[in-house]
């Protein structure tokens, strides 16, 4: 049942992971059709289609973690403890931590990318966004890596 919640958890992490990094390139300047390249075509999407995706996988993905928190807790938290990894500890603590302020950015994240948008709008649904980005990256590698130290110590 666990091993299911993981596979769930990460392939809802990885959606999301694609959803916010192709708003948040979106939010970039904007670049003269001439000088089109991959990257500029990569964020070129329409990124207002993207929010509610968001937000709902941001807020699913966050219960899939609640309910593997037990566990990880229970079993994982006290091997890394008896290896002496501690740094896997802290991260694992402010991981926690930005999952909780990305949830609480998430109705101003929302707001600000409803319409009308206004010049102030722009700048806060760039910044929001992009702090967004910022926590859904690293929350996703270090879920990664702590998964993979899980695995080759247990």
């Given at each position: 049942?666990?091993?299911?919640?993981?596979i769930?958890?990460?392939?809802?992490?990885?959606?999301?992971?694609?959803?916010?990094?192709?708003?948040?390139?979106?939010?970039?300047?904007?670049?003269?059709?001439?000088?089109?390249?991959?990257?500029?075509?990569?964020?070129?999407?329409?990124?207002?289609?993207?929010?509610?995706?968001?937000?709902?996988?941001?807020?699913?993905?966050?219960?899939?973690?609640?309910?593997?928190?037990?566990?990880?807790?229970?079993?994982?938290?006290?091997?890394?403890?008896?290896?002496?990894?501690?740094?896997?500890?802290?991260?694992?603590?402010?991981?926690?931590?930005?999952?909780?302020?990305?949830?609480?950015?998430?109705?101003?994240?929302?707001?600000?990318?409803?319409?009308?948008?206004?010049?102030?709008?722009?700048?806060?649904?760039?910044?929001?966004?992009?702090?967004?980005?910022?926590?859904?990256?690293?929350?996703?590698l270090?879920?990664?890596?702590?998964?993979n130290i899980?695995?080759?110590?247990?």
């Amino acid at each position: 049942m666990i091993t299911t919640l993981l596979i769930l958890h990460g392939l809802l992490a990885v959606a999301l992971l694609g959803a916010i990094t192709h708003q948040a390139f979106s939010t970039a300047r904007r670049v003269p059709l001439a000088e089109r390249s991959f990257v500029t075509r990569f964020r070129s999407v329409g990124a207002a289609g993207y929010t509610n995706a968001i937000v709902i996988l941001f807020i699913i993905t966050a219960i899939f973690g609640a309910l593997l928190y037990p566990p990880y807790r229970l079993d994982v938290r006290p091997t890394l403890e008896d290896l002496d990894m501690r740094a896997a500890n802290g991260v694992f603590e402010i991981k926690e931590h930005l999952a909780a302020i990305g949830l609480g950015l998430l109705p101003a994240y929302w707001f600000f990318w409803r319409e009308p948008l206004t010049a102030e709008g722009l700048i806060a649904r760039r910044y929001l966004t992009w702090i967004l980005a910022f926590v859904i990256w690293w929350n996703f590698l270090v879920g990664h890596v702590l998964n993979n130290i899980r695995g080759l110590f247990q």
